[in-house]
């Protein structure tokens, strides 16, 4: 089940989202934005999908576009006693309520955005390789933001709202082209995150 935008917001940014799995910060970023009425989409930027296992050396790994529900039948069966205590299960049922499965953002070649937004600078560093790799088509500018943001989920929670916090901020300039630099440099002040940022065209 998809969720509903439940506003309607002044712009309509189109914003992506991305973390390396597609599992945990994008996907609470993706669901507080989607709430609040942004056009949000969501992406990983690993190679593969990787849950925590039964040891560090033992993580579950999955191939992008294998649903979610399929991952929380998939792990409710090996131990579900385990992945309830570790939050494992409850994430995966938050992510299948709001979209079927993980993405891969390399692998979207025909989507545009407004704002893209990481959520460490691995994954920063992946996108600009990606925009690095691509001919130019039509030199429409997207901003690449990056908020350093710790992969567990009391951190996914605070930074996902801090993260809709900064797209509001965004989504007032007439001219964000102009007025970027100066949002950003307050919300890293306001948050205490590193924030990085570039352009890149399509």
């Known amino acids: 089940m998809v969720l509903e935008k439940t506003m309607k917001r002044s712009k309509d940014l189109k914003i992506a989202v991305t973390c390396s799995s597609n599992q945990n910060r994008s996907m609470e970023a993706h669901g507080v934005l989607s709430k609040r009425g942004f056009n949000v989409r969501s992406y990983g930027s690993g190679s593969y999908v990787k849950l925590p296992g039964p040891t560090a050396d033992k993580p579950n790994i999955y191939h992008f576009n294998t649903p979610y529900d399929q991952m929380y039948q998939d792990l409710a069966r090996k131990d579900p006693i385990l992945y309830k205590q570790n939050g494992i299960l409850h994430m995966l049922d938050r992510n299948r309520r709001i979209k079927r499965s993980p993405e891969r953002f ?3 070649k025909s989507s545009e955005f407004d704002i ?9 560093d992946q996108v600009l390789e990606e925009f690095n790799r691509r001919e130019p088509q039509s030199y429409r500018p997207v901003h690449i933001i990056n908020i350093e943001i710790a992969d567990n989920h009391e951190e996914a929670t605070l930074g996902a709202f801090q993260i809709c916090e900064l797209c ?3 989504e007032k300039p007439d001219d ?3 007025d970027i630099a100066e949002i ?19």
Do not use: P
């Open 168 to 170: 509001e901020k965004l």
């Open 106 to 108: 390399q692998d979207d």
């Open 176 to 178: 964000l082209d102009d």
């Open 116 to 124: 893209i937004i990481t959520a460490e600078e691995k994954v920063y």
């Open 184 to 202: 950003l440099e307050e919300c890293e002040r306001k948050f205490k995150r590193n924030i990085l940022h570039t352009v890149a065209f399509y």
